[in-house]
């Protein structure tokens, strides 16, 4: 395994195991030097949305960094506000537009809105049957909120992003998205640094002579998850791709897995006001 290694999609698409978040970076300079980075550092996930207001941004990096279209897989997600069949139809087309793109890979809903969700995958079905984007899926749905979905649905989801990290396990979710050929994603995987901070980590560095965060980012992996570490710092892009020389052991990753709290640091998925 390495950087370019994938997991194959419900759909036989291949994603990426690493990707790089861009939440909050600031659309224009910074944000289109971490995708060029990240591009030519390996990297070939790059993950958006339209709420973030950067799409501009990352498009310019991908094609500052000469890295050919074909070779990225690159996502996005239709905000709350588009939800519904025709705004989120022409909420594509503007991120296509601003991404400078003539497809996605892999696009999401951003998060459950109830019967709206199921207007809006109708859309995404569309889209996927067209061939504009490879791959669709969700993001921050529960297992309750997969429940109500999934007999709406043609097209099974092909990943789920939601919040996933040594204190936010969730391995109900987990195990019920594999139940139904769903790939977990995470976001905020090192939960926003923090993860340097926590003894457990820190002591796992020093014996696998890695960072926590690279800790972390191993441990998504061999629990089976997409992981995507935002960061806009040169340094911190190529060092979150440093984690495919090594294999934490069993006994470790049950030391991690200890660590789950079920504390969220983003909005719950049954109360955002959003």
Not at 99 to 123: C, F, M, N
Not at 239 to 266: P, Q, T, Y
Request: net charge negative.
């Amino acid at each position: 395994m390495d950087i370019s290694s994938g997991v194959i999609l419900n759909n036989g698409v291949e994603m990426p195991w690493l990707g790089l978040g861009v939440f909050r970076a600031n659309e224009g300079r910074e944000v289109e030097d971490a995708v060029e980075t990240a591009l030519k550092h390996g990297y070939r996930s790059i993950d958006t949305a339209a709420v973030y207001g950067n799409e501009q941004g990352v498009g310019n990096g991908i094609r500052k960094s000469g890295v050919p279209r074909e070779e990225i897989f690159l996502t996005s997600k239709v905000w709350n506000n588009d939800q519904g069949y025709h705004s989120t139809m022409e909420a594509f087309e503007e991120s296509l537009d601003r991404l400078q793109t003539g497809y996605l890979d892999l696009y999401l809903i951003h998060w459950p809105k109830g019967k709206r969700s199921v207007e809006t995958w109708k859309a995404m079905e569309e889209l996927y049957e067209k061939g504009v984007v490879k791959a669709i899926g969700v993001s921050n749905f529960l297992v309750h909120h997969l429940e109500d979905f999934l007999p709406e649905c043609k097209v099974v989801p092909a990943v789920n992003q939601v919040e996933f990290h040594p204190e936010l396990i969730q391995p109900e979710l987990l195990k019920y998205c594999q139940s139904k050929g769903i790939q977990q994603e995470a976001w905020s995987p090192i939960m926003r640094g923090r993860v340097n901070e926590m003894p457990v980590m820190q002591a796992l560095a020093v014996k696998y002579q890695k960072t926590p965060v690279q800790i972390v980012l191993r441990w998504d992996i061999q629990k089976g998850v997409v992981t995507i570490p935002k960061s806009v710092h040169a340094e911190r892009i190529i060092s979150n791709a440093d984690i495919f020389d090594f294999e934490i052991s069993a006994e470790d990753m049950a030391k991690i897995d200890r660590l789950d709290k079920n504390h969220r640091r983003g909005g719950h998925p049954d109360t955002i006001s959003f």
